[in-house]
């Protein structure tokens, strides 16, 4: 849920996001608007402040404290002069490196620990969608404070659901056609939360196999998007295994955009044009055929005593 008793810029309200507002005039020691929309005449009344009256953010790095207080704004520092953000304490302590600490436990909104120090039950520090409690959600997106799977939910009739879905929506398509005949209604699940599933998740693409479940994933530009981090991503699997009562699960990740394999680039299979998507057919059958491929190959099953979960990822730029 939003913080409402934290003041929020007026101007970014209307806006649907949700900034705090640190510039006011001289003479006001509240905080109204934000840096975007501040007024004429108004100064940072928030915060260390530069000699030039902004927000300070930099200060010069003291390797004997973990803890600096900002003297200069971006554009009075000088180069040697790092952002001032909060440290992992354990990090500090045993390597004296400063490591941001993004990670506490639920409800809190300041991290307490690095990825590497988490405690047992902690998850990453940031605003959850306010209905499934999963998802990292941007107050610069048009559902906030929605996650996009559950705002498609409650509005599946706005126009913008059409938009958005227009990829999985082809997806889904060219799979009923390619395997109508391979699996029946019964076994195959579109984008639904799985029989007695207690987690919400939903699988764009669910197959049970019986002995075990394949999970196809349609992951639009590689779900590099800030709200998708890997610790979402692990949580995601992990309840979609639970919720398939912990059967063998093979996970299949496909991105239909852009992507790079060494040097070389590959354009998205998708191309806006005058406000409408242009399909690049002869890469979009190249695409699903080897996605659709390795679908057959997991409904056939793997050694399961290996492991217990694949995850095979398609057109991913390499790391």
Not at 285 to 291: D, G, H, I, S
């Amino acid at each position: 849920m939003v913080n409402v008793r934290t003041d929020r810029c007026p101007t970014c309200l209307e806006e649907h996001k949700v900034t705090v507002p640190a510039f006011n005039y001289p003479n006001e020691t509240k905080g109204l608007y934000c840096k975007a929309h501040k007024l004429e005449g108004m100064t940072a009344r928030k915060g260390a402040k530069c000699v030039c009256g902004e927000i300070a953010y930099y200060a010069e790095d003291n390797k004997d404290k973990r803890t600096l207080k900002p003297t200069h704004c971006s554009e009075h520092r000088s180069e040697d002069m790092i952002v001032v953000t909060a440290t992992c304490k354990e990090c500090w302590d045993e390597r004296k490196e400063r490591v941001r600490p993004l990670f506490n436990i639920k409800g809190s909104t300041t991290g307490k620990y690095c990825r590497e120090h988490a405690k047992p039950g902690m998850r990453f520090v940031g605003t959850y969608c306010t209905l499934c409690d999963y998802d990292i959600v941007s107050s610069r997106t048009f559902c906030f404070p929605l996650c996009q799977n559950c705002w498609l939910e409650l509005h599946p009739d706005d126009e913008r659901a059409q938009h958005i879905q227009h990829k999985q929506n082809l997806f889904t398509e060219e799979f009923k056609k390619e395997f109508e005949d391979t699996f029946t209604p019964e076994q195959v699940i579109y984008d639904r939360i799985m029989p007695n599933g207690i987690s919400k998740r939903r699988g764009d693409i669910v197959i049970n196999c019986y002995t075990h479940y394949v999970v196809v994933e349609l992951d639009e530009n590689q779900h590099r998007h800030p709200s998708y981090t890997p610790e979402c991503t692990e949580t995601r699997i992990n309840n979609l295994v639970e919720d398939g009562k912990c059967k063998p699960m093979a996970f299949i990740h496909f991105n239909p955009d852009g992507y790079k394999e060494g040097n070389k680039s590959t354009e998205s299979c998708f191309q806006k044009r005058e406000g409408k998507w242009v399909l690049n057919q002869k890469e979009w059958t190249r695409r699903l055929t080897a996605v659709f491929d390795k679908v057959e190959e997991f409904a056939n099953g793997w050694d399961f005593t290996s492991n217990l979960t694949q995850i095979k990822k398609f057109y991913y730029t390499e790391d």
